[in-house]
């Protein structure tokens, strides 16, 4: 397939595409990019197997394809285009920086450019870390071990999912009986329930 010849509206929708690393939909790309998916923009995008669409949505929703992602591999290291005025002249500047950086660093476009939220599932997530510290099931587990294990997700998101968890009949979640000899790191872990902080969790049916 050759490449394709592109004017600055299907460049500048590639590269949204590349920075949201996602779906987006032609109302997104109008409201915050003020930017207009017409459908001849579209035909020829996706007719240089640049972009994907769900027609299946209204509006409609885009993303790249691993074409497309590639074309834009390649756009960093491009010249200006005609007529890209001034700031399209910045833009192209700032590119250009990325793809050094890439190559000093010996990094993807997909390792810089990624959705700005990823489902995680955080119950399983926590179940895996549990598994990993516990000797057994129904063994306790101090929080303050079990969160350093779960990433750079959100503390009130792993909070949340804790206290949901905490009504399944295979989930206990208890205070420390022993509230004296509590550490720094115990009492900073802590969840809190009701009118109660909680610093010990088991899984595992009876």
């Keep these: 397939m050759s490449e394709p010849k592109l004017g600055l509206p299907h460049r500048a929708i590639l590269l949204v595409l590349m920075a949201e690393a996602r779906q987006v939909s032609n109302k997104e790309l109008k409201d915050r990019w ?30 790249l394809t691993e074409r497309g992602w590639k074309w834009c591999a390649d756009e960093l290291a ?26 000093r660093a ?19 997530l926590i179940r895996d870390a549990y598994e990993r510290l516990a000797a057994r099931p129904k063994a306790w587990v101090r929080l303050a071990d079990l969160r350093p294990l779960l990433g750079n997700v959100p503390r009130d998101a792993v909070d949340e999912t804790l206290r949901n968890m905490d009504s399944d009949g295979d989930v206990t979640i208890i205070p420390d009986a022993d509230q004296k000899n509590l550490t720094v790191e115990d009492r900073a872990a802590a969840l809190r329930i009701g009118n109660e902080d909680n610093h010990q969790l088991a899984i595992g049916r009876a």
């Design 78 to 103: 491009a010249d200006i285009p005609a007529r890209a005025g001034s700031v399209g002249a910045g833009l192209y500047a700032v590119l250009a920086g990325v793809h050094r950086y890439l190559d």
């Design 106 to 124: 010996g990094l993807a476009l997909s390792d810089v450019f990624k959705a700005e939220t990823e489902i995680v599932d955080l119950e399983g």
């Design 34 to 63: 003020n930017l207009t998916m017409t459908k001849p923009y579209r035909m020829a995008l996706q007719d240089a197997d640049l972009i994907v669409t769900d027609e299946d949505t209204k509006p409609f929703r885009h993303e």
